[in-house]
């Protein structure tokens, strides 16, 4: 005898349906699960069979086989066992099905008891059913807050094996038990949320609210700094960090979150899709509203960071999509992973290959890095001596290619505060101020590129955009021109300074770009030229030392 049941694997950050078929014939006792099952699948057989038993039912004695199609792709995960335990019952007679199997997926792992535990990804799998046209989805009660989010697909959540032979009695038991849920209904319900820094964390995560007590008014002085993050993160720039250790940086940085915009409708769904495929979200929240700040350590592996594996899972740059990826220390970070940097940086996202796969996660993200100006960190500190030899300094800088630096819109020297400062401390910009510039300059660019759809920021602009939108008098294009070949510009950075002075002249709210912009943007490119600079001095001293870093 022979039964169809359905059910979905993860593919990236993708889903796809995937038939459970099961033969059943009598003979001696096998148990067989073919078409490219990995180990969690393969050991389903003895999770099915303990549930089956467990839940009243009697486990057929004979040649069991079953197949997952298609068989040429790939299946992982835990989500097919009640598919497998469903089909199970249905081709051994001890269910009975009055509805039709090819509208239901089933979705769900099984304890060894019969109870049904949640999968991760469950946002990817609802909306692959839902476009696939699948009428309802059985689902685990746990999931059912998280799936909840998908609207336009009936939702039947259950508890145990036994709930879901009893959805097989006829149609109106599953009308029943089914939920249909607006998006975002469930998510909205006053649930409990982890206590402690964890709760903390993530109820800011979710609810839209700034992370913490954490705000620009704590870092003293550093104005220059603070305007630089504002450009940051209202052009969606890269950025760079250098300075002398305990000038700041990682402090800047780590305040980011509380002037970066709330994640828009699409870019939350997004955001949360990948956090479940991830298995990161917390159960009893909803959609997450701020935008992911990832902060890996230098010692993270390749994979970690950038994705892959046997199976190819989602790395931190996926995980920062719509958000921050801040790699301090920068360095000190495998100079593969550095260099593996490059792709998603300008294309938006990474593409895994394997031998018999390929994969590509979303990585749109804002990169920002933080580094000392050479091992000891004084290079550029007029306050403390340097004693790295020019050989060690040039050695630090090896692993930061000149494409790399030139992927930073914004090259910024922290320079470090003098003790007067910190004695009467001088709070300067918060927070708030500094988010409210951010908010008119992305409304300004959400404007200017309707038709592209969202997460179009002055950063993405390509040649066609920067000669329609950031154009410059004669008098300033020739200042640029002279700087160009000062700094010994590549193509690249020259359109980086014109996208920076594009983005500065939304925060100063005005329509074209002047010789003030573009001079800000030249500012926050003299990092390289000056290191270069430094190479090119075979004493190995630094002659523009006291003019670096300043306006």
């Known amino acids: 005898m022979f039964f169809r049941t359905y059910s979905a694997t993860l593919i990236g950050v993708n889903s796809r349906i995937i038939e459970v078929e099961v033969d059943f014939k009598k003979g001696l006792p096998n148990n067989t699960i073919v078409g490219l099952p ?94 696939k046209g699948i009428l309802y989805v059985v689902l685990p009660k746990e999931n059912m807050n998280e799936a909840s989010l998908v609207s336009g697909i009936k939702l039947v959540p259950v508890e145990r094996l036994k709930e879901v032979a009893e959805i097989f009695a006829s149609e109106e038991s599953i009308e029943a038990k089914q939920v249909t849920c607006d998006r975002g209904v469930l998510s909205n319900r006053k649930m409990d949320k982890p206590g402690g820094i964890l709760g903390d964390r993530y109820a800011s995560m979710y609810s839209g609210t700034d992370e913490g007590s954490m705000d620009f008014s704590e870092v003293i002085g550093q104005e220059y700094v603070k305007r630089a993050a504002q450009i940051c993160i209202a052009g969606a720039h890269n950025m760079l960090l250098i300075g002398s250790p305990g000038s700041g940086k990682t402090m800047v940085a780590s305040r980011l979150p509380t002037i970066m915009p709330d994640l828009s409708e699409e870019e939350s769904i997004e955001t949360t899709k990948i956090y479940s495929i991830a298995g990161l979200l917390v159960e009893g929240f909803g959609l997450m509203k701020k935008r992911p700040f990832r902060a890996p350590h230098s010692t993270a592996s390749n994979v970690s960071i950038i994705g892959g594996g046997k199976n190819p899972i989602p790395g931190e740059i996926t995980l920062a999509h719509n958000g921050v990826l801040f790699l301090d220390e920068f360095p000190e970070f495998n100079r593969n992973v550095i260099q593996a940097l490059r792709q998603p940086v300008e294309n938006g996202s990474i593409t895994i290959s394997r031998a018999d796969t390929r994969i590509t996660f979303p990585a749109r993200f804002i990169l920002v890095g933080s580094m000392n100006p050479c091992p000891c960190g004084y290079l550029f500190d007029s306050d403390n001596e340097c004693h790295c030899d020019p050989r060690k300094v040039r050695q630090y800088y090896m692993k930061l290619s000149a494409p790399i630096l030139d992927r930073f819109d914004l090259q910024v020297v922290v320079n470090p505060l003098k003790i007067d400062s910190m004695i009467t401390p001088d709070r300067g910009t918060n927070s708030s101020s500094i988010k409210q510039g951010v908010l008119v300059a992305r409304e300004t660019q959400n404007r200017r590129f309707k038709d592209m759809g969202g997460g179009y920021y002055n950063s993405n602009m390509n040649d066609e955009d920067i000669e329609k939108y950031c154009v410059i008098k004669n008098d300033v294009k020739k200042l640029l ?71």
Do not use: C, W
């Open 481 to 551: 021109f002279e700087a160009a070949k000062i700094y010994n510009m590549s193509m690249r950075g020259f359109q980086k300074v014109l996208k920076v002075a594009r983005t500065i002249a939304d925060l100063n709210q005005k329509e074209n770009i002047g010789e003030g912009e573009v001079l800000e943007a030249l500012n926050y490119r003299g990092v390289s030229h000056i290191l270069s600079s430094y190479f090119r001095n075979k004493s190995g001293l630094l002659t523009p030392n006291s003019s670096f870093g300043k306006k």
């Open 38 to 131: 990995d180990p969690a699948i393969r050991e389903a057989r003895e999770r099915v069979n303990a549930a089956i038993r467990n839940s009243g039912f009697e486990f057929p004695i004979g040649r069991l086989t079953v197949n997952l199609a298609p068989a040429q792709l790939k299946k992982e995960g835990t989500s097919f066992d009640m598919a497998i335990a469903t089909g199970i019952l249905l081709v051994s007679n001890q269910i009975k099905s009055r509805i039709d199997i090819s509208r239901l997926l089933l979705i769900g792992e099984l304890a060894l008891d019969g109870m049904i535990r949640p999968v991760r990804g469950i946002i990817a799998i609802v909306q692959e059913a839902r476009e």
